[in-house]
């Protein structure tokens, strides 16, 4: 993936062109069509980032209160772990409670398990909507189905590929009921 990333931004600008101009569509929905795909990858991009950020910046903090040593480098483990989905932060957070609770330090590991599951957790479903959606103009809901239904179809790329998909599904539609509403006055003037 790393390979084909490089690649594919090294050569955007020519290879966007050649798609520009292949796409057998009429260039004003054309162009219309490239935007919103562009957006929407924009959009998902900043997004995952800063929940990652969010989850990372919160995960470090609870444990610095917590008087978890090395707190800085478990939010930034966090952060970097916040990518994968369904376990995630989990991957440093289970641990440590276990740890905690394991050595005695009870009512810290109970506190890490509620802040894992209740703050942190609900960072990615709380904010991903709203950070993705804001930009794309697609309703919360669907940018959690579309991410959801990503991740499941395509694994840790359904991030992106889930909300892309969804948001091009749009605007085609949107774009189709235009030209058929045009269709259709016009049909209706002649007759």
Same mark, same amino acid.
């Given at each position: 993936?790393?390979?084909?990333?490089?690649?594919?931004?090294?050569?955007?600008?020519?290879?966007?062109?050649?798609?520009?101009?292949?796409?057998?569509?009429?260039?004003?929905?054309?162009?219309?069509?490239?935007?919103?795909?562009?957006?929407?990858?924009?959009?998902?991009?900043?997004?995952?980032?800063?929940?990652?950020?969010?989850?990372?910046?919160?995960?470090?903090?609870? /444990?610095?209160?917590?008087?978890?040593?090395?707190?800085?480098?478990?939010?930034?483990?966090?952060?970097?772990?916040?990518?994968?989905?369904?376990?995630?932060?989990?991957?440093?957070?289970?641990?440590?409670?276990?740890?905690?609770?394991?050595?005695?330090?009870?009512?810290?590991?109970?506190?890490?398990?509620?802040?894992?599951? /209740?703050?942190?957790?609900?960072?990615?479903?709380?904010?991903?909507?709203?950070?993705?959606?804001?930009?794309?103009?697609?309703?919360?809901?669907?940018?959690?189905?579309?991410?959801?239904?990503?991740?499941?179809?395509?694994?840790?790329?359904?991030?992106?590929?889930?909300?892309?998909?969804?948001?091009?599904?749009?605007?085609?539609?949107?774009?189709?009921?235009?030209?058929?509403?045009?269709?259709?006055?016009?049909?209706?003037?002649?007759?």
């Amino acid at each position: 993936m790393l390979y084909l990333t490089f690649f594919l931004l090294r050569d955007s600008e020519r290879l966007g062109e050649r798609f520009r101009t292949a796409l057998p569509l009429d260039p004003a929905l054309r162009d219309e069509l490239i935007d919103k795909f562009l957006t929407v990858v924009r959009a998902t991009m900043k997004g995952t980032v800063a929940v990652a950020v969010m989850q990372g910046i919160v995960g470090g903090l609870i /444990f610095w209160m917590l008087g978890v040593e090395g707190a800085l480098l478990w939010g930034l483990l966090m952060g970097f772990f916040s990518l994968i989905p369904a376990v995630g932060t989990g991957i440093v957070w289970v641990p440590v409670a276990l740890y905690l609770i394991a050595t005695g330090a009870l009512w810290q590991g109970a506190v890490l398990v509620f802040c894992g599951l /209740f703050v942190i957790g609900l960072i990615d479903n709380l904010l991903r909507p709203i950070l993705v959606g804001k930009d794309t103009k697609l309703p919360d809901f669907v940018v959690l189905i579309a991410t959801v239904a990503g991740l499941e179809l395509f694994g840790l790329t359904g991030f992106i590929i889930g909300p892309i998909i969804a948001a091009l599904f749009i605007a085609v539609w949107d774009m189709v009921t235009q030209v058929r509403g045009a269709q259709i006055k016009a049909e209706t003037k002649k007759g």
